[in-house]
Structures are given as structure tokens and as C-alpha cells.
């Protein structure tokens, strides 16, 4: 068949990867001039099945209501008069209870090790490479009550089989020995061997170089204005350079995702949940993480990517500007002045949008519309989730079953 995929992320070009792989005609329109110049360009880098799990959860809400009035808070939310916030944050509350919880964890999980097992795949057939590391994630809490949470975590870790290791403070500095030099002291630590990272950023733009070897075919600096029907059934797009034919499309729009598909009568509860990130360049010297810490204190994950840091965190919910507040910001590098106080970070922080669904799980697949497919709402797990999604995605595409349960990832689930 000849597929459109829209939107050239880090779950487009995976998308459009395997459905060439699959035997297709695959184009991928995109309106930025290159793969992976919007969420997926300075992520923070981490590969985690691991920690993959909904933001809802229970005692979230009085968690987050605290964060909003902490200093340096993690979470900030800018009201707008948009229905659509209002109902993604109603739903979000819905899901804190226990019962849903476990019921998305579990979602989540499974897509999570399944799109590990894809990339680990891909990397061993292609050798494609990404700054890639496998020195886990590293949990770091700086005081006993945050470290007493983590032993409530060990159990749903326990639960589905996910390696770890609660250490003391003393342990987190043998698994990181360069925060011997952070400007605090840790009570302890959960160390996620197993977990991974890499730049998402490089290994789409990589992965885009083998899909055309593979014959896709990029339109980039091309914007999508609308879907095209014919009736009940997609036959393409009109774009800023014209329509384009297609037999099947994918839509894989990041945040936007929402916007265009209710245009057609399709109602997503995708809304943009907005993160900051640094990135610093090492010198052979400086001291920084081997892999990746997590800083609970402020929510932000610092990861190595070959000879750079990224320090990356902060979730706004306040729309789809790329606008840079200072508040964001500014939590970002307390937390990366604190733990790595000799790196040297670009001037300029980055914003990306997260395509959060407010139950967690990404949805995956038919749509109700004829041959329009979606792979959208990966959140803050997507580059963890990009493999495998792409891979199921285009198996639905061909008609083939995929290989784990879809339960749970449907439209309309
Ligand atoms: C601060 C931060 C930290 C994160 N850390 C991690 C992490 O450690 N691990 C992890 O797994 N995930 C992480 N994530 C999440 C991850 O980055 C996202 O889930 C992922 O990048 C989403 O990919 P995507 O392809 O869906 O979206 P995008 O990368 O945004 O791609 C969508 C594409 O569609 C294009 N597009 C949109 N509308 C149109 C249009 N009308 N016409 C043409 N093109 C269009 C856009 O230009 C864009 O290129 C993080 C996110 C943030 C913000």
C-alpha cells in the first residue's frame, strides 16, 4: 500500500521504518525541515521499562497541589479557557484511584519492555548509533521521607519483575561516584539496572537515513492543513504543497495529534504537558553522571549522552505555546547545579510538549475512519515506547496481529 505517516517524531519515523520494512510505499510529511526537531529532539534521554507507569496515581493530586507552591516546583499549571484542559485534568483525577492505576501501570509496562526488546533488536540487525548506554537509572532521594516512599515502589517493581537495588547513601555513590561532588547529601537511592538511554534526537535522525534506504520518502518544510475523505475512508492530505494520495495514513502528530483528528469527529483527551531541558558538553574532567539519575527532589533526570549531560524535567500544563518561563527553567538547573555543580549549561534552555493522555497509555491503531491509523499520546515515555509502538502500528497497518495484547490501547478503550 502506499502510507502516509504524518509527522517525522521519534514515533512517525519508527512508524514509517517498520511499515517499510513491512513491504509498503511509505511518505512521511513533515512541517519542520528534518526527523525529530520538535519533542523528540532534547528529551532526557532515558530508555526506561523500568519506571514506565501513569503520571495519575494514587495521592497524586495532594502530591501535585503541594509541588505548585514549592520552590523550584516541578509542576505548574496555567489555566486556560480551553474545555479540553479542563476535561484532560478531570480525567487525570479520575485515574489517581488505586484500581486504575494498576490497570495502566500494567498497559504501560507491557508496551514499555515490549519496545525495549524491538530496540535492542534494531540496534543488534542495523548497528545504529545513538550516544546508547546501559548503566540503568538511578533513583536519588535526599531525604528519609522520599526515601521511604521508594520502598512502596520497590513492591510494584516486585510486581512486575523489574530489577532493582535500594541503596543507601553510600551505595548511590559507588553507582554514581561523581555526585560525591553535588552540593547535598542523599539519604539513599533506587537503583533500575536495567534501564537504558540514548539520544533520541540522533537515533531518529539515524533511523530516518535507514528508512530511506529502506524507500521511504521524507516531505519535509511541509505543513498538513487537513485529512482528506471520501466518505468514511482516508485518501490523503492537503498540505501547504498540495494534497497528497495515500491508501492508509498514520497519524503521528505528537500534541497536535488532537488537533487533527477532531477535525474529523475523532475525540482524543491528548493534551500538551510542556518540559525544559539543558544540555552541557563534558570535558574529560568535569564530573558528571556514567548513566542517568533521576532527582526526585525536582523531578528532573540527568543523563550522559556520550560526552554531554542533558538535564531535563518540569511538567506545565498551560497549553501548546513553546513559550520559555523562567519558573521551568530555573528548576531544571537548581537541580542540575546541585547535583553536578561543574558542568557548564547552554545558554538557552528547550521546551518540548509532551502528548500526555491523562490515563497514561498510548493509543495504538484503527480509528473508526477507514484505513487512518493512530500512534499517539506516548507522554513522557515515548522514546521509551517508539520501537515498539512503530512496530505494532505497522503491523495493524498490514493486517498482521501484534505481537503482545493490545488491551488497553485502542481508541475509545
Ligand atoms: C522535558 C521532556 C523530557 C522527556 N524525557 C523522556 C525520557 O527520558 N524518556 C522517554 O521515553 N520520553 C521522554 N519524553 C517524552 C518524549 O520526548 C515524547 O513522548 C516523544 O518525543 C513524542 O514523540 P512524537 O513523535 O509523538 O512527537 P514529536 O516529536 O513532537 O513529533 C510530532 C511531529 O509532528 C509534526 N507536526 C505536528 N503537526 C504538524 C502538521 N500540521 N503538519 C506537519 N507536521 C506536523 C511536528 O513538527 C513533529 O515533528 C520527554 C519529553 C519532554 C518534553
Redesign the pocket.
Given at each position: 500500500m502506499r502510507v502516509l505517516v504524518?509527522?517525522?517524531?521519534?514515533?512517525?519515523t519508527t512508524s514509517a521504518y517498520y511499515l517499510a520494512r513491512a513491504g509498503h510505499e511509505v511518505t512521511v510529511?513533515?512541517?519542520?525541515s528534518g526527523p525529530?526537531?520538535?519533542?523528540?529532539f532534547a528529551?532526557?534521554?532515558?530508555?526506561?521499562p523500568g519506571f514506565a507507569g501513569p503520571w495519575a496515581a494514587p495521592g497524586m493530586p495532594g502530591k501535585i497541589a503541594r509541588l505548585l507552591f514549592a520552590r523550584h516546583a516541578p509542576v505548574a499549571l496555567r489555566p486556560q479557557l480551553d474545555p479540553y484542559q479542563w476535561r484532560w485534568l478531570a480525567l487525570f483525577l479520575k485515574n489517581c484511584g488505586a484500581e486504575r492505576f494498576a490497570r495502566n501501570k500494567a498497559r504501560m509496562q507491557r508496551i514499555a519492555h515490549y519496545s525495549k526488546g524491538c530496540l535492542t533488536e534494531l540496534r543488534a540487525e542495523t548497528g545504529i548509533a545513538f550516544d546508547h548506554g546501559s548503566g540503568g537509572v538511578l533513583q536519588l532521594f535526599r531525604t528519609e521521607e522520599e526515601l521511604a516512599g521508594a520502598a512502596k515502589a520497590t513492591r510494584v517493581l516486585e510486581q512486575f519483575g523489574v530489577a532493582h537495588c535500594l541503596l543507601d547513601g553510600k551505595g548511590v555513590l559507588a553507582v554514581e561516584p561523581a555526585l560525591g561532588d553535588a552540593a547535598i547529601t542523599f539519604a539513599g537511592g533506587l537503583h533500575l539496572s536495567e534501564d537504558e538511554t540514548g539520544d533520541?534526537h540522533k537515533f531518529t535522525v539515524a533511523l530516518a537515513q535507514l528508512a530511506r534506504l529502506c524507500g521511504v520518502t521524507f516531505r519535509f518544510d511541509?505543513?498538513?492543513?487537513g485529512l482528506r475523505l471520501d466518505g468514511n475512508r482516508v485518501v490523503g492530505v492537503t498540505t501547504s504543497a498540495g494534497k497528497v494520495d495515500a491508501d492508509a495514513s498514520v497519524i503521528?502528530?505528537?500534541?497536535?495529534a488532537a488537533l487533527?483528528l477532531r477535525s474529523v469527529g475523532i475525540d482524543l483527551p491528548i493534551y500538551p504537558v510542556?518540559?525544559?531541558?539543558f544540555t552541557a558538553e563534558l570535558d574529560a574532567d568535569t564530573p558528571a553522571p556514567r548513566s542517568s539519575v533521576m532527582d526526585e527532589h525536582y523531578k528532573v533526570?540527568i543523563t550522559r549522552m556520550g560526552r554531554r549531560i542533558r538535564a531535563?524535567?518540569?511538567a506545565e500544563i498551560g497549553g501548546y505555546d513553546l513559550a520559555i518561563r523562567r519558573s521551568g527553567p530555573e528548576t531544571v538547573l537548581a537541580s542540575l547545579r546541585e547535583l553536578f555543580p561543574q558542568t557548564i549549561p547552554d545558554a538557552k534552555p528547550w521546551a518540548?510538549?509532551?502528548?500526555m493522555t491523562p490515563d497514561g497509555p498510548p493509543y495504538l491503531g484503527a480509528t473508526g475512519i477507514t484505513n487512518l491509523y493512530v500512534n499517539?499520546g506516548?507522554?513522557?515515555?515515548?522514546?521509551?515506547?517508539a520501537c515498539g509502538c512503530g512496530r505494532i502500528v505497522a503491523d495493524i497497518v498490514s493486517g498482521r496481529r501484534p505481537e503482545i495484547d493490545m488491551d488497553g490501547f485502542q481508541v475509545g478503550r
Amino acid at each position: 500500500m502506499r502510507v502516509l505517516v504524518l509527522g517525522a517524531g521519534v514515533i512517525g519515523t519508527t512508524s514509517a521504518y517498520y511499515l517499510a520494512r513491512a513491504g509498503h510505499e511509505v511518505t512521511v510529511v513533515e512541517r519542520q525541515s528534518g526527523p525529530a526537531l520538535e519533542t523528540s529532539f532534547a528529551n532526557a534521554g532515558g530508555i526506561c521499562p523500568g519506571f514506565a507507569g501513569p503520571w495519575a496515581a494514587p495521592g497524586m493530586p495532594g502530591k501535585i497541589a503541594r509541588l505548585l507552591f514549592a520552590r523550584h516546583a516541578p509542576v505548574a499549571l496555567r489555566p486556560q479557557l480551553d474545555p479540553y484542559q479542563w476535561r484532560w485534568l478531570a480525567l487525570f483525577l479520575k485515574n489517581c484511584g488505586a484500581e486504575r492505576f494498576a490497570r495502566n501501570k500494567a498497559r504501560m509496562q507491557r508496551i514499555a519492555h515490549y519496545s525495549k526488546g524491538c530496540l535492542t533488536e534494531l540496534r543488534a540487525e542495523t548497528g545504529i548509533a545513538f550516544d546508547h548506554g546501559s548503566g540503568g537509572v538511578l533513583q536519588l532521594f535526599r531525604t528519609e521521607e522520599e526515601l521511604a516512599g521508594a520502598a512502596k515502589a520497590t513492591r510494584v517493581l516486585e510486581q512486575f519483575g523489574v530489577a532493582h537495588c535500594l541503596l543507601d547513601g553510600k551505595g548511590v555513590l559507588a553507582v554514581e561516584p561523581a555526585l560525591g561532588d553535588a552540593a547535598i547529601t542523599f539519604a539513599g537511592g533506587l537503583h533500575l539496572s536495567e534501564d537504558e538511554t540514548g539520544d533520541c534526537h540522533k537515533f531518529t535522525v539515524a533511523l530516518a537515513q535507514l528508512a530511506r534506504l529502506c524507500g521511504v520518502t521524507f516531505r519535509f518544510d511541509t505543513r498538513i492543513t487537513g485529512l482528506r475523505l471520501d466518505g468514511n475512508r482516508v485518501v490523503g492530505v492537503t498540505t501547504s504543497a498540495g494534497k497528497v494520495d495515500a491508501d492508509a495514513s498514520v497519524i503521528a502528530l505528537g500534541s497536535e495529534a488532537a488537533l487533527m483528528l477532531r477535525s474529523v469527529g475523532i475525540d482524543l483527551p491528548i493534551y500538551p504537558v510542556k518540559g525544559y531541558s539543558f544540555t552541557a558538553e563534558l570535558d574529560a574532567d568535569t564530573p558528571a553522571p556514567r548513566s542517568s539519575v533521576m532527582d526526585e527532589h525536582y523531578k528532573v533526570m540527568i543523563t550522559r549522552m556520550g560526552r554531554r549531560i542533558r538535564a531535563a524535567g518540569v511538567a506545565e500544563i498551560g497549553g501548546y505555546d513553546l513559550a520559555i518561563r523562567r519558573s521551568g527553567p530555573e528548576t531544571v538547573l537548581a537541580s542540575l547545579r546541585e547535583l553536578f555543580p561543574q558542568t557548564i549549561p547552554d545558554a538557552k534552555p528547550w521546551a518540548g510538549l509532551r502528548p500526555m493522555t491523562p490515563d497514561g497509555p498510548p493509543y495504538l491503531g484503527a480509528t473508526g475512519i477507514t484505513n487512518l491509523y493512530v500512534n499517539v499520546g506516548q507522554g513522557s515515555n515515548g522514546w521509551t515506547q517508539a520501537c515498539g509502538c512503530g512496530r505494532i502500528v505497522a503491523d495493524i497497518v498490514s493486517g498482521r496481529r501484534p505481537e503482545i495484547d493490545m488491551d488497553g490501547f485502542q481508541v475509545g478503550r
